[in-house]
């Protein structure tokens, strides 16, 4: 018969290191097991009581450690992860929090975080160690980060050094730990970095590609799997939005199974000083390559004039659930004829504003005006 700890999210394999100066001597361990065990309990209240900060940190160094997010191989380094625990730990220390005075209070709120498996005391008992199951674990690090900028809202600093998945935690006792076996993975990313300045047509160009990424994350698609592919997103999104197109690329980039943050930024980086020919157009080729298209993303506009200003009637667009007929194109006009009477070099994509020629032109004319690349029939009143 199972138990609610057989199927708890910290019931998985870690590596653990006899002492801190080791780092070829790994043991796979079970995480829930080494959380339960109270072997190195004296030694844990021995340090405690010690009132000398420097024998405190020595004696420390003689407990054992785990890495908590996963078992490694010889080295304990990033790159020496052998299976990822889908876990992350956060390190919640005194030093790091001077303002927080109430640690007793703090310890009721970390217990309330819906996304805590564990929470527990420190070594020195002056902070706490948070567990917290992930959905990514290929996005270690990208979880990490939302995680740090969340609790950072709440006033609550989290150790940097956490966001490297080899990160190591000592041995520490505490028999008030609390335990969420079946606590929920969060599933949080950090935010794109927003332009300070923006163009109306780059503002345009921008919420397509919003549109597009948001889709690529709810497919968990990789679209860019070969290098070639890689390189041309991070240029395209480079020549796209310059700077603001790097927290798109490492939302699409961290889809790949071996996706890095670091290395990710150095490919933009690169980008960036030689972006080419390119255009967002090959986002959105790669998006389509995988079924992913704005158009199919976004509902119909139609147009109305919505007021009018300097003489001007500015048209902004409406929803609505079907594709109106395009109107016949008049007898004798061109296709770019609708476009020549409108002096549309300063007018943002997704406006047409009439002036006083359009007054001359019979209702059909008027009908045939050229809107986001698609004709559309225009009501004037």
């Not at 923006?198 to 948001?214: G, L, S, Y």
Request: charged letters at 25%.
């Amino acid at each position: 018969m199972s138990t609610a700890t057989d199927t708890s999210v910290l019931n998985v394999l870690v590596s653990s290191y006899p002492n801190v100066l080791s780092t070829n001597e790994a043991k796979t361990i079970n995480l829930l097991t080494w959380l339960t065990s109270d072997k190195h309990r004296g030694l844990v209240e021995a340090i405690r009581a010690e009132a000398d900060p420097t024998r405190q940190k020595k004696m420390k160094k003689e407990l054992p450690l785990v890495t908590v997010s996963g078992t490694f191989s010889d080295g304990r380094k990033d790159e020496d992860l052998l299976q990822h625990s889908g876990l992350i730990c956060l390190d919640i220390d005194a030093d790091d929090n001077p303002h927080l005075e109430n640690w007793d209070v703090l310890d009721g709120q970390l217990r309330n975080l819906a996304n805590a498996a564990y929470v527990g005391r420190s070594v020195r008992g002056n902070g706490y160690m948070v567990i917290v199951p992930i959905k990514y674990p290929q996005l270690h690090q990208d979880h990490f980060d939302a995680l740090k900028s969340w609790l950072l809202t709440y006033g609550i600093r989290v150790d940097s050094a956490c966001r490297n998945v080899a990160r190591a935690r000592f041995y520490s006792y505490d028999p008030d730990a609390y335990f969420n076996h079946h606590a929920p993975a969060f599933d949080g990313f950090p935010e794109a970095p927003k332009l300070c300045v923006i163009t109306t047509p780059r503002t345009t160009e921008e919420e397509r590609v919003k549109v597009c990424v948001d889709a690529v994350e709810q497919s968990q698609i990789d679209i860019a799997p070969s290098y070639l592919d890689w390189f041309g997103l991070a240029r395209s999104l480079a020549a796209g939005l310059g700077e603001g197109g790097r927290g798109y690329f490492h939302r699409l980039s961290r889809f790949y199974p071996k996706y890095r943050h670091g290395q990710a930024d150095k490919q933009f980086d690169a980008a960036l000083r030689s972006p080419g020919s390119a255009t967002l157009g090959t986002l959105f080729a790669l998006c389509a390559d995988h079924g992913i298209r704005y158009k199919d993303l976004t509902p119909t506009p139609t147009h109305k004039f919505h007021q009018r200003m300097h003489g001007q009637a500015v048209i902004k667009p409406t929803e609505k659930n079907s594709q109106p007929s395009p109107p016949q194109m008049p007898a004798g006009w061109s296709r770019n004829q609708a476009g020549e009477l409108l002096d549309a070099d300063d007018l943002p994509i997704n406006a047409w504003y009439a002036n006083d020629d359009l007054k001359e032109l019979t209702a059909d004319e008027r009908a045939f005006l050229k809107y986001d690349n698609q004709w559309m029939p225009l009501h004037i009143s």
